[in-house]
């Protein structure tokens, strides 16, 4: 099995930054591909962002593109993710999650293997 654990959440205000952090334990794939996605109350879970094994590819949500940063250390098993000019919209619960997917990067929730158990960021305005 494959644990991930995130860590990171908070309260901020809004136009502070935040960095969340997802570390993948147990029985992990090689390779994988990794994603943030995130749900607020009473909304369906959305795409956030994804990045290639390599970290050399990635994709964005149209609403948080030029403000968050997906990146990996994989000596680590761990993926980050640097949330800047935050906004109260961002409030939400983030959940990372692992798929092994590889040869392209996706956005559904359905192909994603493994999922984290969730952190929550509130951002205040």
Not at 21 to 40: D, E, H, I, L, V
Not at 56 to 78: C, E, L, M, P, Q
Not at 90 to 114: I, Q, R
Request: aromatic share 10%.
């Amino acid at each position: 099995q494959v644990q991930l654990v995130e860590s990171g959440g908070g309260l901020v205000q809004a136009g502070g930054p935040l960095r969340l952090s997802c570390a993948a334990s147990g029985r992990t794939p090689s390779p994988f591909t990794m994603a943030w996605f995130r749900q607020a109350p009473g909304r369906e879970r959305e795409f956030v962002a994804t990045i290639s094994w390599s970290g050399n590819s990635d994709h964005y949500a149209d609403s948080v593109k030029g403000r968050f940063t997906i990146s990996r250390d994989n000596a680590k098993n761990t993926v980050y993710l640097q949330m800047n000019s935050l906004k109260p919209e961002d409030t939400a619960v983030y959940y990372c999650a692992l798929t092994e997917v590889v040869h392209t990067l996706v956005v559904v929730t359905s192909l994603y293997d493994y999922w984290g158990q969730g952190t929550q960021v509130t951002v205040s305005s």
